[in-house]
């Protein structure tokens, strides 16, 4: 059973245009993180969000907690061919973390 | 250099043998994590470990040995490796507190044939 639920899986866009993803879940969670994982690579944390409502924002990243905290969106404003990554969002229980599947992102040049 | 390193990087090898997964971290962080990350479902925690001598089982732990002698190390012990165990398999650890951020170190892609 898949806890946290992510769209879109995949996204190909353009360099310089918007788009936003996903992590959705029926359960109410005391934090969200979010993660970006390159090829060959690791996930590496962007952000952690707490408060329902929260915004935060890193640089042309955006993260936004549902009100209910059962949801949370990423927007990026004018991608970069460097934002290509896949995006992943975990909750944290009791020191166990939960991810979602991911959304995989191509920004093309 | 402070960090957390996994090896070997890539191994192939075959059904039924025993393989072992290194991970070292250079933080004394009290938490360490291992992770398989398939295709269509993202990270799953096999297991993870509070401190030293203290493991405890993820959501996939079947077919999984885990010990922590040290605080640094985190060995991952496939004891009879099976074709569904082909992954790619992260280590991760962090200190404590709920929202502290996980670092993960780059990987072992593993084949079994």
């Known amino acids: 059973t898949q806890l946290l639920e992510q769209s879109p899986q995949f996204l190909s866009i353009q360099e310089g245009e918007n788009l936003t993803v996903y992590c959705n879940s029926s359960?109410?969670?005391?934090?969200l993180q979010w993660y970006r994982q390159e090829p060959g690579e690791g996930p590496v944390l962007l952000v952690t969000?707490?408060?329902?409502?929260e915004v935060k924002k890193l640089k042309r990243l955006t993260f936004q907690f549902g009100d209910a905290r059962k949801d949370s969106s990423l927007h990026i404003t004018a991608a970069q061919t460097g934002d290509t990554g896949l995006y992943l969002c975990?909750?944290?229980?009791?020191?166990?973390?939960?991810f979602g599947s991911g959304t995989k992102l191509n920004v093309k040049p | 250099d402070a960090g957390i390193t996994q090896s070997p990087r890539y191994k192939i090898t075959e059904t039924g043998r025993q393989v072992t997964l290194m991970c070292h971290q250079t933080?004394?962080?009290?938490?360490m994590f291992w992770y398989r990350q398939d295709l269509g479902h993202g990270l799953r925690l096999i297991y993870y470990?509070?401190?030293?001598?203290?493991?405890d089982k993820g959501e996939v732990p079947d077919g999984y040995v885990v010990s922590r002698s040290k605080t640094e190390n985190f060995p991952l012990t496939l004891e009879s490796a099976t074709r569904s165990q082909t992954s790619v398999y992260f280590c991760?650890?962090?200190?404590?507190?709920?929202?502290?951020?996980?670092?993960f170190g780059d990987g072992t892609r593993l084949s079994i044939l």
């Open positions: 991760a650890s962090k200190s404590t507190g709920n929202n502290q951020p996980q670092h």
């Open positions: 470990s509070a401190a030293a001598d203290i493991t």
């Open positions: 359960s109410v969670f005391s934090s």
């Open positions: 969000v707490v408060t329902g409502g």
């Open positions: 933080w004394s962080h009290s938490y």
């Open positions: 975990a909750f944290p229980d009791f020191n166990k973390f939960y």
